[in-house]
């Protein structure tokens, strides 16, 4: 399965993007989806997680103004960023976990560059 990460820009603080996680395959396998980032000069952190039972995490940074989904539908994971601040500037990764007795599998889109400018 690949995951392809999409919809980063720049947008000025306070504005909204959507990011998108299309995956190759079915997502309904996956025990967790998430969104992780790394800002320049920084360690990649968490953002976001979602369960298959839909259950959500966030990280303290980002309550409140981020919202993760998914859509098995169409294979794809969301992450809705609003009142964006310069300090959410970083390239943004989706995740997804396999987890299986004993054994856990990560997979990594290729990460999509969100600039918010003060």
């Known amino acids: 399965v690949q995951l392809q990460a999409s919809g980063g820009g720049l947008v000025q603080a306070g504005g909204s993007l959507r990011l998108s996680c299309a995956a190759s395959?079915?997502?309904?396998?996956?025990?967790?989806q998430g969104w992780y980032r790394q800002a320049p000069g920084k360690q990649r952190e968490f953002v976001a997680d979602?369960?298959?039972?839909?259950?959500?995490n966030y990280a303290d940074s980002v309550k409140g103004r981020f919202t993760i989904s998914r859509d098995n539908i169409k294979d794809t994971v969301y992450l809705q960023m609003n009142s964006l601040k310069p300090e959410d500037t970083a390239v943004y990764y989706c995740?997804?976990?396999?987890?299986?007795?004993?054994?856990?599998?990560?997979?990594w889109g290729q990460g999509t560059l969100v600039t918010v400018s003060s």
């Open positions: 395959g079915s997502i309904v396998s996956f025990n967790v």
């Open positions: 979602i369960t298959s039972a839909g259950g959500t």
């Open positions: 995740n997804a976990v396999l987890q299986r007795p004993g054994r856990r599998t990560d997979f």
